[in-house]
């Protein structure tokens, strides 16, 4: 879901999405969310370091078999916000601290370093609410997103009988590989 919405007061920009709770949706959490960040114009530090604080928290913590988390950003103004949903909301997150010798638990110290703010917003049952603020650098906001402001990669050629479309070749039928032959 990625939408973009004019308010009175300035632009908003959101973008959301479920994932599972594992490592590899922790991890595509921070591609998607960076690629996102790109799309936008965004500075992609801390805001993608954070992402993966989150989303992996999400999954090693919050994680309820069958349940997905989500990550949703929010840009409004000139700030942005990162949340991530679980539905664990019986275990609330918090700092504690680590010895110079322990190998996890540093991931909401990093999150309270980057952010310029944090928290936890309990939600309906089971679930809650991690989140985090960065202010970002001013830039210029689009007034409009109308046809044509997009970047476009090539010039538009309709096919010609001389011009053929690229095609992949077809795969065998299932079952059957290649011969060597």
């Excluded at 103004?77 to 949903?85: A, P, S, W």
Aim: glycine content about 10%; overall charge positive.
């Amino acid at each position: 879901m990625n939408q973009k919405l004019t308010q009175p007061g300035g632009h908003v920009r959101n973008f959301g999405l479920l994932l599972s709770p594992t490592p590899r949706g922790a991890r595509l959490a921070r591609l998607l969310a960076t690629k996102q960040l790109r799309t936008w114009e965004l500075p992609l530090d801390p805001a993608a370091h954070i992402v993966a604080e989150l989303a992996n928290n999400a999954a090693t913590h919050g994680r309820v078999p069958g349940r997905n988390f989500q990550l949703l950003l929010y840009v409004v103004g000139d700030t942005l916000r990162i949340k991530v949903t679980d539905t664990r909301g019986d275990r609330l997150p918090h700092p504690r601290p680590t010895g110079p010798d322990d190998e996890s638990g540093r991931g909401l110290a990093l999150v309270a370093a980057l952010a310029d703010r944090w928290g936890v917003t309990p939600g309906l049952p089971p679930r809650k609410t991690v989140w985090a603020e960065l202010a970002l650098p001013a830039q210029k906001v689009p007034e409009r997103d109308g046809a044509g402001s997009g970047r476009t990669c090539a010039s538009y050629e309709p096919l010609t009988e001389e011009k053929a479309p690229h095609q992949a070749p077809p795969l065998p039928p299932a079952g059957r590989g290649h011969s060597r032959e």
